[in-house]
Each structure stands twice: as structure tokens, then as C-alpha cells.
């Protein structure tokens, strides 16, 4: 089922490929760092070539940098979504309760008043009765 209808549940459905994406990139970046930083892979490319192998693992480091803070971003203003509803939902269910507990005590109130009519009503015809 996809989630975009419904922003109560935070996880979508492509971020199963996201991830693995970030995962990827993070391994292609070390790999940049790795080639780079050794003495015995320098040799094998040019100075120029190590240039441009430090520009794709900025460029590739930053992109994954990138990419990652929005999606915890996201993360973060969903959560805060969810809690908020959270808060209304028990904010309604409490409001509800106390209608009940109002619409309850009412009612015991109109039962007791009953009883008192009653009661009265009982004595007035005993003393009609009795006089």
C-alpha cells in the first residue's frame, strides 16, 4: 500500500531504494578515499586523475550529506505530524469522555430529582389521604 494518502505513517515506499542508494554512494565515497590516501593506489593514476577522483568524493559526499539531512528532515516534520494528531485524537477522546461523564451526572441528577417528586408527591397524598 502506498502511503501518500495517508501522512499518518511516515515510512513511503521508496524509501526502500533510498537507502540502499545512500549505502552504495557511502561505499563509492570511501572507495574515492581509499585510492586516494594509499601510497601503493596513487601510482596508478595520473595527478590529474587524482584530482578528479577528490572532486567525485566531494561531490558524491555532499550529495549523500545532502540527501540524508532532508530525509531525517522529513523524518523529523512526519513524526511531529503524527504526534500533533496524536494530541488531537486524545484531545477529542478526552473531550468526549467529559461530555459523557457531563451527559452521565445529568442524568443521575434527573433520576434523583424523579425520586424527590416521587417522595414528595408520596407524602403529599399520604397527608390528603391521612387528613
Not at 596513487?42 to 587524482?50: A, K, N, T, V
Not at 566531494?58 to 539531512?69: D, E, H, K, R, T
Not at 512526519?78 to 451526572?105: M, P, W
Request: net charge positive; hydrophobic share 45%.
Amino acid at each position: 500500500m502506498r502511503t501518500s494518502e495517508n501522512k499518518y505513517y511516515p515510512i513511503r515506499h521508496w524509501w526502500k531504494f533510498v537507502i540502499p542508494a545512500f549505502i552504495i554512494l557511502f561505499l563509492v565515497a570511501a572507495l574515492i578515499v581509499t585510492c586516494t590516501t594509499f601510497q601503493n593506489l596513487i601510482q596508478f593514476f595520473p595527478s590529474r586523475g587524482m584530482t578528479y577522483l577528490m572532486t567525485l568524493h566531494a561531490i558524491i559526499s555532499l550529495s549523500v550529506c545532502i540527501c540524508f539531512f532532508l530525509c531525517i528532515k522529513r523524518l523529523i516534520d512526519v513524526f511531529s505530524l503524527n504526534l500533533e494528531q496524536e494530541r488531537n485524537i486524545l484531545a477529542s477522546l478526552y473531550q468526549e469522555k467529559e461530555k459523557r461523564e457531563i451527559i452521565n451526572n445529568d442524568e443521575k441528577e434527573i433520576n434523583k430529582l424523579k425520586e424527590n417528586i416521587r417522595k414528595e408527591l408520596k407524602q403529599e397524598t399520604e397527608k390528603k389521604e391521612t387528613a
